[in-house]
């Protein structure tokens, strides 16, 4: 158990539609990150949040949207879904003032989209 | 041009004994780390070991080693005596420290290995 939660674990839903995926980080962690993991495109950095701001965005489409609130949870907003966007999405966090930087990965939250 | 280059889809090896995941990586920035994942079919990633590009010593964690070559910009991961629940997915990983400001990683496409017994 890497102590990151991830809601839900699975959720089928159809196109056009819209979906919140949740995160909490280890207790501690400041950082959170987002990662899409699909057959083609592989693992793919979406975007990372500091203490609720945001600090680096990946390959993250416009209908994607991502914050961090004040307790440190963050929500990953999918909107206007498409057949493609179905995957597997991490949450993953990190220590402060880790040497390594190594990042701990939630179990995922797997969407269909039909 | 891909900053982590996994070139074996899948490998196979026998129980206990040692199996070699070739990475590849490409980087201009002076200061790196590299990472090891492991994802089972369960789907979760389970870290398995770090090397950074200032680090004098190949890094070791149990039964895993990390065989790092700065020049040839490979950082191959070592699996001793292996065990039928190492059958998974395997990634590399790297943080660039400078070049993004951020501590995300970029991962390879990964490498599935099957341990026969």
């Known amino acids: 158990d890497s102590g990151v939660t991830q809601t839900p674990k699975h959720l089928i839903t159809a196109t056009g539609q819209r979906v919140t995926l949740r995160c909490s980080p280890r207790?501690?962690?400041?950082?959170v990150y987002w990662y899409q993991q699909s057959l083609d495109q592989g693992l793919q950095f979406l975007i990372q949040?500091?203490?609720?701001?945001?600090?680096a965005k990946g390959n993250i489409l416009e209908r994607f949207s991502a914050q961090q609130f004040p307790d440190l949870h963050s929500e990953l907003n999918l909107s206007s879904l498409e057949l493609g966007d179905s995957a597997l999405y991490f949450c993953a966090s990190t220590p402060p003032h880790s040497r390594t930087g190594e990042l701990f990965f939630g179990e995922g939250s797997r969407l269909t989209v039909l | 041009a891909q900053k982590i280059t996994q070139t074996q889809p899948g490998m196979f090896v026998q129980e206990k004994e040692a199996v070699t995941l070739d990475c590849t990586y490409d980087?201009?920035?002076?200061?790196?780390?590299l990472f090891w994942y492991k994802q089972p079919s369960s789907g979760e990633m389970i870290f398995l070991i770090y090397q950074g590009s200032y680090d004098q010593q190949n890094a070791t964690e149990g039964r895993y080693s990390l065989n790092f070559q700065k020049a040839r910009k490979s950082a191959n991961l070592v699996i001793s005596a292996s065990q039928l629940g190492d059958s998974a997915m395997y990634f590399c990983?790297?943080?660039?420290?400078?070049?993004?400001?951020?501590?995300?990683?970029?991962f390879g496409t990964g490498t599935r290995l099957t341990v026969i017994p």
């Open positions: 949040y500091y203490n609720g701001e945001e600090r």
């Open positions: 990983a790297m943080r660039e420290d400078f070049q993004t400001g951020a501590n995300n990683l970029f």
């Open positions: 207790s501690g962690d400041l950082s």
């Open positions: 980087t201009s920035d002076p200061s790196y780390g």
